[in-house]
């Protein structure tokens, strides 16, 4: 008789894992820069409408077939669409979550090396700071030992199973990541200067809102709330049956956008305080802001070297939440579906994505000639998750609620079988935006993607 599946504890701890998973990099990193290029406050609004609007339908449609049938992503359209191609989608949220967390482990051991930076010698000059990421980057090994670090300690916890490892880690870290991050705010609200950053962030500037932007905002809403992929559907799968998955959803949205939010408030002010153009790019966090910390360390070292620790044990942690949830799709799957032990399932998850992110790695060095498609294998990896799979998954996903699924069963599991009151008064505007609406807006995203 096979073990039984374990479930977390309670709504709340629920949502810290759902909230762990959505809150990454995502926010920290990309949020602020996209603000940055995209015209400020108007990207906001753009970005606040497409999360009500878009992506918490597609959450929700994830939820509502991980809950439902109480596995993962494979054994879920199996079990829904038994004998047809939607098994596809099974597979399909497995395999892409799996690459992203093999590139997704090299940024995080980027980070831990700039952690122990920050906590041994800091920050101090201009040409320091240049050099050290390309430097970094462009080596063969210490960037690999990193990845390795990252990677076993997602390892470890996934290991440890969904209560004593996952839903653990997470409820002590999330709170942790929105002391820090507030205390970072803090500390950058009240820098010289900072009022500029403040109103770049809420003051909209319409003329930058091109279609361009507006995709863009729609994308990073998606990205954010790891959608497409099948992490929220396996950890969907882990709520206990009479528990309300669209408080669930809610609580991981506010939590996200919340958290999205004030890491903007964080970085714009000291971005400006330190007079450096807002639309840096993805270079922010390991290029711009080590500046940010050489020029404010100039007034106040030692504060700012508090700080800068302070900044890449956020990013570390809030990368791992993230990680953790992409590796436990590909070990819900081993263990439901293969039936092995979860150790040794961990183990073949780390196998794979240690070789595969341990070559992404490397073409940034020795192996920079290798292209696939033009694009060096941590693009391309990058560019195909982000870019392709997805949205394509989190099509796949909305069409299957909206058009497959049969609407008696989604009502039921939206509303837990019509008791809670709130869910059944939005059902039918949830359903709307889910059928009609969702869909057309993916592919408009995909199609920009792949345009520009
Ligand atoms: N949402 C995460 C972030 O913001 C990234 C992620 C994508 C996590 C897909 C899981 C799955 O960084």
């Not at 153009?277 to 802001?289: K, N, Q």
């Not at 030692?302 to 953790?324: E, N």
């Amino acid at each position: 008789m096979a073990k039984e599946r374990e479930n977390f504890n309670s709504s709340l701890t629920a949502v810290m894992a759902l909230a762990g998973s959505a809150i990454g990099l995502g926010n920290i990193w990309r949020f602020p820069y996209m603000v940055g290029q995209n015209g400020g406050a108007a990207f906001i609004i753009i970005y606040l409408v497409s999360s009500v609007l878009l992506s918490l339908p597609i959450l929700m449609s994830e939820s509502i077939i991980g809950h439902k049938t109480g596995q993962g992503t494979f054994g879920a359209m199996d079990t829904l669409a038994p004998g047809t191609k939607w098994k596809w989608l099974g597979l399909l949220t497995i395999v892409s979550p799996l690459i992203i967390l093999s590139y997704y482990s090299v940024v995080g051991g980027w980070s831990i090396s700039f952690l122990l930076q920050s906590l041994s010698k800091g920050f101090h000059s201009a040409e320091q700071v240049s050099t050290m990421f390309s430097g970094l980057i462009s080596s063969a090994w210490t960037p690999v030992i990193f990845h390795t670090f990252f990677l076993l300690f997602c390892a470890f916890v996934v290991s440890a199973g969904i209560t004593s490892g996952i839903e653990k880690f997470n409820k002590y870290t999330m709170p942790m990541l929105f002391v820090l991050i507030v205390l970072i705010m803090v500390y950058s609200l009240n820098l010289p200067g900072a009022s500029k950053g403040v109103e770049y962030m809420i003051k909209p500037d319409f003329s930058k809102l091109n279609g361009h932007a507006i995709a863009s905002a729609m994308g990073q809403s998606f990205f954010s709330l790891s959608l497409g992929v099948g992490t929220i559907l396996t950890y969907s799968s882990y709520i206990r049956k009479d528990k309300n998955i669209l408080t669930a959803g809610l609580g991981t949205a506010g939590f996200d956008l919340l958290f999205a939010l004030i890491a903007g408030f964080a970085i714009m002010p000291a971005v400006f305080a330190a007079g450096i153009e807002p639309g840096a790019g993805p270079g922010l966090i390991f290029e711009t802001l080590p500046h940010i910390f050489v020029r404010m360390g100039e007034g106040a070292p030692v504060l700012v070297r508090i700080v800068a620790v302070l900044f890449f044990v956020t990013i570390v942690f809030a990368a791992l939440t993230s990680a953790i949830s992409m590796y436990e799709v590909g070990v819900t799957y081993l263990v439901d579906e293969k039936k092995i032990s979860r150790r040794k399932a961990t183990v073949l998850i780390f196998a794979g994505t240690w070789t595969l992110g341990a070559l992404c790695s490397l073409s940034f060095g020795p192996l920079a000639d290798f292209k696939i498609l033009g694009q060096t294998l941590f693009n391309f990896c990058d560019l195909l998750t982000s870019n392709f799979l997805m949205t394509f998954g989190g099509l796949l996903f909305v069409i299957f609620v909206g058009w497959k699924m049969d609407k008696t069963t989604v009502r039921d599991e939206f509303t837990n079988g019509g008791r809670a009151k709130f869910n059944c008064a939005l059902f039918d505007t949830f359903y709307f935006l889910l059928k009609y609406i969702a869909p057309v807006a993916i592919v408009v995203i995909f199609i920009t993607n792949f345009v520009g």
